[in-house]
């Protein structure tokens, strides 16, 4: 078994050291050349119309009464499922692509709600969606909304930024360089105690036998 290693953040070297920051510069490069933000885009448009359509069809389905727990859990599911892929497919890294994922989390809600408004009311009026929207007013519609319209909108707007939020952004690529760095720096350490030890035993016989008495076998 190999000895557990522990790093205290004292024992590694300041986030200005020339090394440190030679190597987080070069993590965050890596990073962002590794971004595919039109794959993230592309994957995102089939999601975003997928959950218009769910969101939609809850909110008709409930008749735009659903409880509030289960409408704050589906916003951010469905923010989620959208964001997570084009984190994953797009392999994002700098935020403003986590603010787009989250701008797409909140277009999603907001076309969800017009688009459960347009079923209802084309059930109501026994017209179909395509007249229904033909006759639809933005300004009226959307000073119609609640606040709590808008806040389950956001919450789908936080649970896609969330999940499209890289797992290491620059402050903890920065962490990383300084524990590699010091890692580094212990194994320089140990090779030249090892080179050090390795000569002391070279020339420990040598000392042995000038040292020897004379006469001596």
Same mark, same amino acid.
């Not at 402050?171 to 760095?181: D, K, N, S, V, W």
């Given at each position: 078994?190999?000895?557990?290693?522990?790093?205290?953040?004292? $024992?590694?070297?300041?986030?200005?050291?020339?090394?440190?920051?030679?190597?987080?510069?070069e993590?965050?490069?890596?990073a962002?050349?590794?971004?595919?933000?039109?794959?993230?885009l592309?994957v @995102?448009?089939? %999601?975003?119309?997928?959950?218009?359509?769910?969101?939609?069809?809850?909110?008709?389905?409930?008749?735009?009464?659903?409880?509030w727990?289960?409408m704050?859990?589906? @916003?951010?599911?469905l923010g989620?499922l959208?964001?997570?892929?084009?984190?994953?497919i797009g392999?994002?890294f700098?935020?403003?692509?986590?603010?787009?994922? #989250?701008?797409? %989390?909140? !277009?999603m809600?907001?076309?969800?709600?017009?688009?459960a408004?347009?079923?209802i009311?084309?059930?109501a009026?026994?017209?179909?969606?395509?007249e229904v929207?033909s &006759?639809?007013?933005?300004g009226?519609?959307?000073? !119609?909304r609640?606040?709590?319209?808008?806040?389950? @909108?956001?919450? #789908?707007?936080?649970?896609?930024?969330? +999940?499209?939020?890289?797992k290491?952004?620059?402050?903890?690529?920065?962490?990383? @360089?300084?524990? $590699?760095? &010091?890692?580094?720096?212990? +194994?320089? $350490?140990?090779?030249?105690?090892? +080179?050090?030890?390795?000569?002391e035993?070279?020339e #420990?016989?040598?000392?042995?036998?000038?040292?020897?008495?004379? %006469? +001596?076998?």
């Amino acid at each position: 078994m190999t000895d557990e290693v522990r790093i205290y953040e004292t $024992e590694l070297p300041p986030a200005d050291d020339p090394d440190v920051v030679a190597l987080a510069d070069e993590m965050i490069a890596a990073a962002r050349q590794a971004q595919r933000p039109g794959r993230a885009l592309a994957v @995102a448009a089939p %999601g975003l119309l997928v959950g218009v359509v769910l969101w939609g069809e809850l909110n008709r389905l409930t008749g735009f009464d659903m409880p509030w727990l289960a409408m704050a859990a589906s @916003a951010v599911v469905l923010g989620a499922l959208l964001g997570l892929p084009f984190r994953l497919i797009g392999q994002v890294f700098d935020r403003r692509w986590a603010l787009t994922a #989250g701008a797409l %989390g909140l !277009a999603m809600a907001v076309l969800g709600d017009l688009h459960a408004w347009a079923l209802i009311q084309s059930n109501a009026l026994g017209m179909g969606w395509a007249e229904v929207m033909s &006759h639809f007013d933005p300004g009226a519609w959307l000073g !119609a909304r609640l606040p709590i319209d808008w806040l389950v @909108a956001g919450l #789908g707007a936080a649970g896609a930024f969330m +999940a499209a939020r890289p797992k290491l952004d620059g402050r903890q690529l920065g962490m990383e @360089a300084r524990i $590699e760095t &010091h890692m580094a720096d212990l +194994a320089e $350490e140990r090779l030249e105690d090892e +080179a050090r030890a390795a000569e002391e035993n070279i020339e #420990g016989p040598g000392d042995a036998e000038a040292h020897a008495p004379e %006469g +001596a076998d």
